[in-house]
């Protein structure tokens, strides 16, 4: 059952690109859903998935947007047939001190980090249930679990996850489907390459490891457990982070 369909959401991010092509290298078909409006990356992301050929294509989502969710996973759904797998790992930030956030920075990180993820869970759990077998991986942060200056949105949407992440676990543990969170440290990513130097310095230096993580090493956890033989890990959170927590 190498073949089945996977749905990538922020499928041409940071970590998304490479969790499309860990998927797409276990043999899944990939789905990169991800806005429309990043015209440029839409582009530079078929180039670099070029060599994967038909096995990843792109398909434009905004996860925000319940219809656009619908239509996305009917989509798939006539062209490649059931969604198996899930990945939500479309996410936003938009860091400032409480004292200063206007309800817009909160909303658009809740609507997209928290109920974004909803949005699609919400339209692939039935069929995944009626299949017997499904993959959801959410991917949360290590803020969502330590708190971070300048991310009370944030936190708050990534520390949700893990609580839907278990309780969705929950509801369908008998029916062959899982539900993990993936929770990276700081990635050598866009996002992170756009916190000021002098923090992102200061970060780096009490990671334990010494460095950023790779994005490839986020995507070999959520290939990890969307495998066919992780069956029995379910409702978990999988902290990648360089030994992050050991600093605390
Ligand atoms: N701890 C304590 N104090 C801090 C601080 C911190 N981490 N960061 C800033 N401060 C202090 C400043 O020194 C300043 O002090 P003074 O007022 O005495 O000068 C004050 O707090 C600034 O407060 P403001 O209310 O003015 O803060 P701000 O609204 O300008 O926000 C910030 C500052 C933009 C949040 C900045 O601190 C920042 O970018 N921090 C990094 C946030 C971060 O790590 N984001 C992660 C993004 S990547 C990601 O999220 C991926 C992932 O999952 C890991």
């Given at each position: 059952m190498n073949d089945r369909v996977a749905v990538v959401t922020g499928g041409i991010g940071?970590?998304?690109?490479?969790?499309?092509?860990?998927?797409?290298?276990?043999?899944?078909?990939?789905?990169?859903?991800?806005?429309?409006?990043?015209?440029?990356?839409v582009d530079e992301f078929r180039k670099e998935v070029a060599s994967f050929g038909e096995q990843i294509r792109f398909e434009p989502l905004n996860v925000a947007d319940r219809k656009d969710c619908a239509s996305l996973i009917e989509r798939v759904g006539k062209q490649d047939g059931p969604v198996s797998i899930l990945v939500n790992s479309a996410g936003i930030t938009r860091d400032t001190s409480l004292r200063k956030m206007d309800a817009t920075h909160w909303d658009d990180v809740?609507?997209?980090?928290l109920?974004?993820?909803?949005?699609?869970?919400?339209?692939?759990?039935?069929?995944?249930t009626n299949?017997?077998?499904g993959r959801i991986v959410n991917i949360s942060s290590v803020n969502g679990q330590t708190g971070q200056f300048?991310?009370?949105?944030?936190?708050?949407?990534?520390?949700?996850?893990h609580g839907f992440t278990m309780a969705l676990a929950r509801e369908v543990a008998r029916k062959g489907v899982t539900v993990n969170s993936v929770s990276p440290g700081y990635c050598d990513t866009p996002m992170v390459r756009a916190v000021p130097e002098d923090i992102r310095k200061q970060i780096?230096?009490?990671?334990?490891?010494?460095?950023?993580?790779?994005?490839?090493?986020?995507?070999?956890?959520?290939?990890?457990?969307?495998?066919?033989?992780a069956g029995y890990i379910t409702g978990a959170n999988i902290p990648v982070n360089g030994g992050y927590f050991m600093s605390f």
């Open positions: 940071g970590l998304g690109t490479e969790i499309c092509k860990a998927l797409a290298r276990a043999g899944r078909k990939v789905v990169a859903a991800d806005l429309a409006s990043r015209g440029e990356r809740i609507n997209i980090n109920s974004g993820v909803f949005n699609l869970c919400r339209l692939v759990v039935d069929g995944m299949q017997g077998f300048g991310q009370t949105n944030y936190s708050a949407a990534k520390a949700g996850l780096v230096a009490s990671i334990p490891v010494g460095r950023l993580g790779e994005p490839r090493e986020i995507a070999r956890t959520v290939s990890f457990l969307t495998d066919e033989d």
